[in-house]
Every structure is written in structure tokens, then in C-alpha cells.
């Protein structure tokens, strides 16, 4: 995998963050007071998928990309972490934010080293 490639995978996953942090944000600000709580989220999940799609297709073909398992592994790990805290414990969006951002740079780190040591 080179450079231009994780370049563009990232660019591509900045455009994903904001387009949706943008568009969550604003369609529900009439409804919901700080709706910016609920784009960062959406945001994040939008931008990690985008990139890891990105390099799964900028990649090369010999096994696997540890990069992109490791941002989907962010995606998922944040969204069950998310919805679990504001569902399952009754925190707001705000308190459940930074724990499921932790958890989940954990659990990406976690699946990285993983794919990373099995590719050698």
C-alpha cells in the first residue's frame, strides 16, 4: 500500500465526516436542540467506512489490509458502543461519545496489530 493511496483513502474518509456530520446536523437541528451531538457520531462512522472502502480499493492484493480492517473494526466497535450506551445505559449522546471513541480506537487498534502479524 503506498502513499497516494492512504492519502486518498483519507481525504476520502474527511469528506465522508463532514458531509455527514453536515447533513445529520442540520436535519435534525429543528427537532433536537444540540443535534451537533448526534453528527459527530454519524459523522465518524460515515468517514471510517468511506476510508476503509477507499482502501480496500486502493490496496493491493496480496492478503489482508490491515489499515481497512482496522478502520471497519472502528465503525462497528463505535456503533454497538454508541447505540449501547444511550440505549442500554440511558446516557446522552454527549456522555456516551468519548467512552465509544476509546472503546472503539481500542478495538481498531486491536484488529490492526492482529491483521498486521498475520500477513507476515
Known amino acids: 500500500m503506498n502513499v497516494r493511496a492512504i492519502a486518498a483513502a483519507a481525504g476520502a474518509g474527511v469528506v465522508a465526516f ?6 445529520v446536523t442540520e436535519l435534525l437541528a429543528p427537532t433536537v436542540e444540540f443535534s451537533v451531538f448526534l453528527g459527530i457520531p454519524a459523522g465518524l462512522i460515515a468517514g471510517a467506512v468511506v476510508a476503509a472502502v477507499a482502501l480496500l480499493g486502493l490496496g493491493t492484493d496480496d492478503g489482508p489490509r490491515a489499515p481497512a480492517a482496522a478502520l ?3 465503525a ?10 444511550l440505549v442500554g445505559l440511558g446516557v446522552g449522546a454527549v456522555l456516551a461519545l468519548v467512552p465509544a471513541v476509546g472503546v472503539a480506537a481500542v478495538g481498531g ?3 490492526f496489530l492482529w491483521a498486521r502479524d498475520r500477513t507476515r
Open 18 to 23: 463532514l458531509g455527514a456530520f453536515v447533513a
Open 109 to 111: 487498534l486491536v484488529v
Open 76 to 85: 462497528i466497535v463505535f456503533l454497538v458502543a454508541f447505540v449501547g450506551l
Open 72 to 74: 471497519l473494526a472502528f
